[in-house]
């Protein structure tokens, strides 16, 4: 047992490192079972001249986000307060932290309306290196991030659930340098 024990402690440490934090890929529904093959943002254009009007991209990197607040990396700037009676955005706080008050009150938008609903509304640079595009996404039931918009406004688990999300897809172009080498991101985007 002594012969054991000396052997144990006389064996190199192993050193364990820190695992990386999965990047996340976005991929839509349609991405996953498309049959048409995905482009490259820089046949956008020629695919677009043939009239082909829903594409498939494929393999590029979000190099950022622009809420209505501007750009940003914070998910909540991602939010807006959508009138649902003009269709006018501002911001998902214009009215206050506490939406259920808000609407249970029926305090008015800027627009003069009191209907409202939070919704993911901004704007994504993508680019593949050969060539960029802005995308602009409005998801209204939280299906992009996995977390309702109201829930990102309300509850800080699913804030931080949401915004891990975003950090991941912006992780991939920090600073200009894309990490394209790993095709990871498809996009079914309507043109």
């Known amino acids: 047992l002594v012969d054991e024990v000396a052997a ?3 064996a190199p440490a192993v050193s364990v490192l820190p695992m990386p934090r999965p990047r996340a890929c976005l991929r839509t529904s349609y991405a996953a079972d498309a049959s ?6 820089s046949h956008v254009r020629a695919a677009s001249a043939r009239g082909e009007r829903c594409l498939l991209l494929s393999n590029f990197a979000v190099v950022r986000a622009e809420g ?3 750009v940003s990396d914070k998910v909540e700037a991602l939010l807006c307060s959508r009138c ?3 269709g006018h ?8 932290q506490d ?3 808000a609407k249970r009150r029926r305090l008015a938008l800027p627009c003069g309306h009191w209907l409202f609903q939070l919704v993911f509304n901004f704007r994504m640079e993508l680019t593949d290196g050969c060539g960029a595009l802005d995308v602009h996404v409005s998801d209204a039931r939280g299906e992009l ?3 309702a918009p109201e829930a990102v406004a309300t509850d800080p688990a699913a804030r931080r659930r949401a915004q891990g999300l975003l950090d991941d897809l912006l992780a ?3 600073q200009g340098a894309c990490d394209l080498d790993v095709p990871c991101h498809s996009l079914a985007v309507y043109r």
């Open 36 to 41: 048409p093959e995905p482009l490259r943002i």
């Open 84 to 86: 649902r009676a003009c």
């Open 8 to 10: 144990i402690a006389s």
């Open 145 to 147: 991030f996995g977390v």
């Open 89 to 96: 955005a501002f911001a998902w706080d214009v009215l206050g």
């Open 68 to 70: 209505v607040t501007g």
């Open 99 to 101: 939406l259920h008050s």
């Open 172 to 174: 991939g172009c920090e």
